[in-house]
């Protein structure tokens, strides 16, 4: 297995909604998000990876447009977890929006994922959550 990374490249938005919904434990056949126009519109940058031409890994970052960067949809197809993928997604999803002038990274996750964001960088903080529907 030889994975590839590629910033902020062409997005095939079906996919993408394919990686997102097995990776969050979600069917094969998922709705399709409009990724391309969510990222083009809301991101500092994203970062895909590749095995061959399989798409494997995704995460992306919104910004303010200013110093804060927000780290989300980290998604790793279920076959290609625990093999770095994740790690290696998010020093380069940190390394575009540190190009882009930001100085914050912030990321919430759940407490299982706390060995992952801590091994590249994230130290843990208070934060809240409000459900809005």
């Known amino acids: 297995m030889s ?4 910033e902020c490249g062409p997005i095939n938005d079906v996919e993408l909604s394919q990686l997102h919904s097995l990776a969050f434990g979600g069917a094969q056949t998922a709705e399709v998000t409009a990724w391309t126009e969510q990222l083009r519109a809301h ?3 994203w970062v895909c990876a590749f095995d061959g031409s399989q798409l494997c ?3 992306h970052a919104c910004w303010d447009g200013g110093r804060h960067a927000f780290v989300l949809d980290t998604a790793v197809h279920p076959d290609y977890q625990r093999q770095g993928i994740a790690t290696e997604l998010l020093q380069r999803q940190a390394s575009l929006a540190r190009d882009a002038g930001c100085d ?3 990321v919430d996750y759940e407490p299982h994922l706390d060995d992952l964001y801590r091994s590249t960088g994230f130290a843990p903080t208070l934060a809240g959550l409000r459900k809005l529907n």
């Open 57 to 59: 890994g995704f995460v």
């Open 43 to 45: 991101s500092v940058g």
């Open 104 to 106: 914050w990274l912030h």
């Open 3 to 6: 994975i590839s990374y590629v």
